[in-house]
């Protein structure tokens, strides 16, 4: 099947024309689970409400998803820690409330692997939002890649067991070396590969790749409100692009579900709105 995909640089969002949507079910909320989920593996794990008490930190928090993300954390009831670079700004959010502000520039790598980001026993899963700005290279793979990779090896030399990536659904692009794949989604691809690389007995991860956020799709009716010019996708064959958005609620409850869900371990999990 021919696809073509609209990504965010600075969100990791991406639309699809596969079969992951349709008309009739294009602003459905039910998640779908992608090719990688291990179907297998049984969990007692209940979406939307599971909380194992642990210990929870998210990275990139004050970003569109990452504060979705605290929220959500925090009411589940766990002890929530938001990491950000200015805590001034986490101090005024409302969504942070309740959680302990950690002021720390995750780009420092010998401070991130020195004990100063987690110190030791301090978290027992990170969830990492972290997106580059501009989608450029040198941005995508300093903090999509690096960035992100900092936070993880921290994690897991804190002693933490769980790494949950924010990754996304348009990662297949770079995986098959499309000519239109973009910069972000090879660091992603990459972050991936390490995770896997650092997963062993005591630390494990999970990527998770949602579509389009509703953000992300809703901007483009501003943009034509505004008098732009609307961006169409054509397939051929009377076929035209669609995606399938996830909001940003459904995608937050997603992430934190993966504290205590094992099906995805250690592999992706697509996921669409």
Not at 90 to 115: H, I, M, W, Y
Not at 161 to 172: D, N, Q
Not at 204 to 230: I, L, N, W
Not at 263 to 269: F, L
């Amino acid at each position: 099947m021919a696809r073509r995909r609209r990504c965010s640089s600075s969100s990791s969002s991406c639309s699809s024309s596969s079969s992951l949507s349709s008309p009739s079910s294009a602003l459905s909320m039910n998640f779908f689970f992608g090719d990688a989920t291990d179907k297998s593996k049984s969990s007692s794990a209940e979406p939307g409400e599971s909380c194992t008490g642990e210990k929870i930190a998210v990275v990139g928090s004050t970003g569109y998803i990452g504060k979705a993300v605290v929220r959500e954390s925090l009411r589940r009831g766990y002890p929530t820690t938001a990491v950000l670079r200015d805590a001034s700004k986490g101090r005024s959010e409302p969504k942070f409330e309740g959680a302990t502000l950690k002021e720390f520039d995750v780009q420092d790598r010998n401070k991130c692997l020195g004990g100063d980001l987690f110190p030791k026993g301090s978290v027992d899963a990170v969830v990492c939002c972290l997106a580059s700005r501009t989608g450029t290279k040198k941005d995508s793979y300093a903090i999509d890649y690096q960035a992100s990779l900092n936070c993880a090896e921290a994690a897991k030399a804190a002693g933490a067991r769980r790494f949950v990536l924010l990754s996304a659904y348009c990662v297949k692009s770079a995986e098959r070396g499309d000519p239109y794949a973009l910069q972000f989604q090879y660091a992603k691809k990459e972050l991936e590969e390490k995770l896997a690389e650092l997963a062993d007995d005591t630390f494990d991860y999970v990527s998770v790749r949602p579509t389009a956020f509703f953000k992300s799709v809703s901007g483009q009716v501003e943009v034509v409100d505004g008098g732009g010019p609307f961006v169409y996708f054509d397939l051929g064959n009377d076929r035209n692009a669609r995606c399938n958005p996830i909001s940003e609620p459904d995608l937050a409850s997603a992430l934190i579900d993966q504290v205590a869900d094992d099906a995805h371990k250690n592999t992706y999990w697509n996921l669409g709105g």
